[in-house]
T-cell receptor, first 112, second 113 residues
């Protein structure tokens, strides 16, 4: 089982739609969680951090369910510019310090 | 100016050549990381450093070495490049006092022929 699992998509949605991505993780000792956005051939950029039950930033809402070990990202009123790959990232403490584990990403395509 | 920079941005080399990738940061972060990204795989950690001259292996360190001689710089070397090291390489930094949010450089696209 992968440590962090995401549906690869692609999710094709019309402009203005609401779309949600889920991510599951296997390590119950995970401490903090992030969503990164990655455009094609570019670097991942931090979109949201999730430390407690959730976080909201404008059109973006992240939810954390520790009991079920999943994180979700909701995007409301999708824009063409939201088209990208969204990486679910989990941070947990190991003997060597904090370690990030990356999902393979969910691709979003917002269409006219 | 970008906070995390990488050079070169693109490199084509031949099997058996030695190559060095450089990373510099102006964020003042103590921690630096090297990852590689391959199609269909998540980013995988090669090496990381929590301070000058501190070096730690990641999950795929074989065939790579690193050097951290200054807080702002972290270099990755491929002593004898092989074709399966063709990938997109990212450097990242994080703050000692944060929750391990990492900030990435623009990446180096390496092709080994």
């Amino acid at each position: 089982r992968k440590e962090v699992e995401q549906d690869p998509g692609p999710f094709n949605v019309p402009e203005g739609a609401t779309v949600a991505f889920n991510c599951t993780y296997s390590n119950s000792a995970s401490q903090s969680f992030f969503w990164y956005r990655q455009d094609c051939r570019k670097e991942p950029k931090l979109l949201m951090s999730v430390y407690s039950s959730g976080n909201e930033d404008g059109r973006f809402t992240a939810q954390l369910n520790r009991a079920s070990q999943y994180i979700s990202l909701l995007i409301r009123d999708s824009k063409l510019s939201d088209s990208a790959t969204y990486l679910c990232v989990v941070n947990f403490l190991t003997g060597g310090g904090n370690k990030l584990t990356f999902g393979t990403g969910t691709q979003l395509k917002v269409e006219l | 100016d970008a906070d995390v920079t990488q050079t070169p941005r693109n490199r084509i080399t031949k099997t058996g050549k030695r190559i060095m990738l450089e990373c510099s940061q102006t964020k003042g972060h103590d921690r630096m990381y090297w990852y590689r990204q391959d199609p269909g795989l998540g980013l995988r950690l090669i090496y990381y450093s929590f301070d000058v001259k501190d070096i730690n292996k990641g999950e795929i360190s074989d065939g790579y070495s690193v050097s951290r001689q200054a807080q702002a710089k972290f270099s990755l070397s491929l002593e004898s490049a092989i074709p399966n090291q063709t990938a997109l390489y990212f450097c990242a930094t994080s703050d000692l006092n944060g929750h391990n949010e990492q900030f990435f450089g623009p990446g180096t696209r390496l092709t080994v022929l």
